[in-house]
Nanobody, 128 residues
Framework: QVQLVESGGGLVQVGGSLRLSCQAS????????MGWFRQAPGKEREFVAA????????AYADSVKGRFTISRDNANTTVFLQMNSLKPGDTAIYCC?????????????????????WGQGTQVAVSS
């Protein structure tokens, strides 16, 4: 069974930074694409970023390009999301997810249906 546990959320002012972490259980972590999604109150779940199994390929939503960076540490089964220049519109619950299929590539993994396992999420709030 795969378990994903996020941490690092909090309250930050506009322009500030946060670094989210997602600790994964299981020995197959390094073989799968991982992703971050977010959901704001009253809105649908939204893709944020994805990273391929080796860390060599990444994909980002247009709204976060140039501000957010996804990375992973396969030895410690952890994926990160570095968030800089935060805006009020970034306020949401952020969840990490693991792809359901080994062949899933980061650039094609932008919908919730591409992922089989989800964490509970961590709250990010950006105040103006």
């Amino acid at each position: 069974q795969v378990q994903l546990v996020e941490s690092g959320g909090g309250l930050v002012q506009v322009g500030g930074s946060l670094r989210l972490s997602c600790q994964a259980s299981g020995r197959t972590f390094s073989r799968y694409t991982m992703g971050w999604f977010r959901q704001a109150p009253g809105k649908e779940r939204e893709f944020v970023a994805a990273i391929g199994w080796s860390g060599g390929t990444t994909a980002y939503a247009d709204s976060v390009k140039g501000r957010f960076t996804i990375s992973r540490d396969n030895a410690n089964t952890t994926v990160f999301l570095q968030m800089n220049s935060l805006k009020p519109g970034d306020t949401a619950i952020y969840c990490c997810a693991r792809a359901g299929v080994l062949s899933t590539q980061a650039v094609g993994a932008m919908t919730p249906g591409d992922y089989a396992y989800w964490g509970q999420g961590t709250q990010v709030a950006v105040s103006s």
